[in-house]
């Protein structure tokens, strides 16, 4: 297997500190059909080449379940400048410890009641609620702000994800090839690489940064 397509599945592969529900087949690149795959359950890498991974045959159809409507090439000089635009934030505080980073611990000996502050075991003594997000320059992108491509809007994780495959493949065009309903999958192409993209879920407080569509229709009012 080439190199590049090996960085693209490590790229993609759910790794095992953000494995919040113990889907461990995620965490190791998989098989199906002749090619291979890896997915963090939020966006899914395909690599036109058959390898020695386990094959999940039965368990890919979502995969492959799609036809070609579209053929829209999103340069990556549009999605650099996209991702400048997402605000950046901490992750909200800790549930358990409300952010102050130490919980009470008390027990009762001989009708005397001890008690003693500790780190709190959740969130390890950070405070902060981990929202197994990737981050940018040390904080986490804002969760209810993303990127418009089409009628769906992308999260900074999975914009990311696309410039990251670009540099590995050294090509300078993600092509859009699939895209229906709000919140179905969408597919991007590079090359002969898929990946295949989950939006953020529908929600009023949504919001977008940025219209990779507005690019494209004041490009094509440009060559009019």
């Known amino acids: ?80 400048e996209a991702i400048k635009k997402i605000p950046i934030g901490f992750p909200p505080a800790c549930e358990a410890c409300e952010g102050l980073k130490t919980v009470n611990y008390h027990f009762q000996y001989e009708y005397k009641v001890f008690e003693e502050k500790k780190e709190c075991p959740i969130c390890e003594g950070s405070g902060r609620k981990d929202r197994y997000q990737r981050t940018y320059h040390g904080k986490a992108f804002s969760e209810n702000v993303g990127v418009k491509i089409g009628s769906h809007i992308f999260s900074g994780d999975r914009i990311i994800e696309l410039i990251e495959s670009c540099k590995i493949l050294n090509i300078n065009t993600v092509t859009m090839v699939y895209q229906t309903k709000r919140y179905k999958k969408t597919v991007f192409k590079i090359n002969e690489v898929e990946i295949l993209c989950m939006p953020i879920p529908p929600d009023d407080d949504i919001t977008f940064c940025d219209d990779l569509g507005q690019y494209l229709r004041d490009e094509l009012k440009e060559e009019k």
């Open 1 to 80: 297997m080439k190199d590049q397509y090996q960085q693209l599945l490590d790229l993609f592969k759910l790794k095992e500190e953000n494995d919040k529900y113990g889907r461990t087949w995620m965490q190791s690149p998989f098989s199906f059909q002749d090619k291979t795959a890896a997915t963090n359950a939020y966006s899914v890498v395909i690599i036109p080449e058959k390898s020695e991974y386990q094959n999940l045959d039965s368990t890919t159809y979502f995969f492959s379940d799609y036809s070609q409507n579209l053929w829209i090439d999103i340069p990556l000089r549009w999605l650099r």
